[in-house]
Every structure is written in structure tokens, then in C-alpha cells.
């Protein structure tokens, strides 16, 4: 057997980079969560590992068969935006309670939640978010399934979401010493709220 040509394989894993790179960096529930984690210097290594592994499993599903299966079965889909609608509003209730306090437990550096606590609710705003579906698994995978080194475009994109996901959280954490007020956090758990609120009813009016 020879061995697989690079330059064949750079195209699609650039591609597959590219794509992702463009729908990540958007701000939604789950960039607004790794952010603050960041800001909170609090489980910050294993936040970005779970979303990082969380969105390549989904690449990877969506690249290699799954994608077509929620194209033609839409009605999956319905579950999903619901439950995650009601944990989205739910979370964001909290952030604009923490804003409307306020108080010392938002200090840089203090972690508020156990790591038990900060995975889960890393793992629902992923799996119970289906912007985050449509953009890996419908989009993304539309997209790899058209190419022959489908497995090359799925690495790029899972590429891509892994250096966001350490980029957040570790550039947000470099930030933290410079936004220890109390007044900042305040400000950055509204925004957090108003982001959960906007991903909640774009999936409530879908």
C-alpha cells in the first residue's frame, strides 16, 4: 500500500479548518460559558477538553453519516431545541440573578461551582444545544461528506475547534487579574444572560 499523499490530504483538512473556524466564533451559550470559566480561572483545562472532544465527535458523526440522517428525519431535531431552550433560559436566569447581586463569590480565580457541576453544565450547553448540532453535524458534515478524504476535512474542523476552545479560555484566564472588579463580572454575567436569552428564543421561534 502507498503511503497517502499529503498534499491531497492538506486541501480538505484546510477546508474542513476554514469552515469551522468561520461558524465558531460566533458568540453563543457555549463561547459565553467557556469564557467566563476563563475569566473564573476555574476548570478551565477540562471545560475546553469536553467541548473540544464533545464538537470532533460530532464532526466526525456528522462528516460520516449522521448529517444526512437529520436532514431527512428533521423531526429529531424537536426534542433537542426544547430541552435545550428551557436549560439555556434556566442558565441565563442564573447569570442575571448573579448580575443583579453581585457580590464577592464572582472574584477572579474563585471557583464557584465543583468540577462536577461545571462539566455537566459544559456537557448540556453542547449536547442540549442545537446550534451546536446544526453548525457540526448538519453544516460541517454536508459539507466533509462531499469530499473523498472525508477524514482529513473532519480533522481540520475538529482542528479548529479545539485551538477556539484553548484560545478562549486560556486568553479570557491571561485577563482575569485586569477584571477583578466586581462591577466587570457583574457586566460579564449580564452579557452571558442576553447570550443564553438570544440562543434560547432563536430556538423557541424555530
Known amino acids: 500500500m502507498s503511503p497517502p499523499n499529503l498534499s491531497a490530504l492538506s486541501g480538505p483538512f484546510i477546508q474542513g479548518w ?34 473540544a472532544v464533545s464538537d470532533a465527535l460530532l464532526v466526525f458523526a456528522g462528516v ?6 437529520l436532514q431527512s428525519a428533521p423531526a429529531l431535531m424537536a426534542p433537542l431545541r426544547w430541552a435545550g431552550a428551557a436549560y439555556l433560559l ?8 448573579r448580575a443583579w447581586r453581585g457580590g464577592s463569590g464572582l472574584a477572579a480565580g474563585s471557583a464557584v461551582e465543583s468540577r462536577a457541576g461545571v462539566l455537566l453544565t459544559t456537557a448540556a450547553l453542547t449536547w442540549l444545544n442545537p446550534h451546536v448540532w446544526l453548525d457540526t453535524v448538519l453544516l460541517i458534515g454536508t459539507l466533509g461528506a462531499q469530499h473523498a478524504q472525508r477524514g482529513a476535512f473532519a480533522s481540520g474542523a475538529a482542528t479548529a475547534s479545539l485551538m477556539w476552545f484553548t484560545a478562549l479560555g486560556a486568553g479570557a484566564a491571561a485577563l482575569a ?12 454575567d ?9 440562543v434560547a428564543g432563536q430556538l423557541l421561534m424555530a
Do not use: E, S, Y
Request: charged residues 10%; aromatic residues 8%; contains cysteine.
Open 18 to 51: 476554514l469552515a469551522m473556524a468561520g461558524l465558531i466564533v460566533a458568540i453563543g451559550a457555549q463561547n459565553a460559558f467557556v469564557l467566563r470559566q476563563g475569566l473564573l480561572r476555574a476548570h478551565v483545562a477540562p471545560v475546553v477538553a469536553l467541548c
Open 90 to 97: 434556566w442558565f441565563g436566569w442564573q447569570a442575571a440573578r
Open 177 to 188: 487579574p485586569k477584571l477583578a472588579q466586581p462591577r466587570t463580572w457583574r457586566v460579564i
Open 64 to 69: 460520516f453519516g449522521l448529517g444526512r440522517l
Open 190 to 198: 449580564a452579557l452571558v444572560a442576553l447570550a443564553m436569552a438570544a
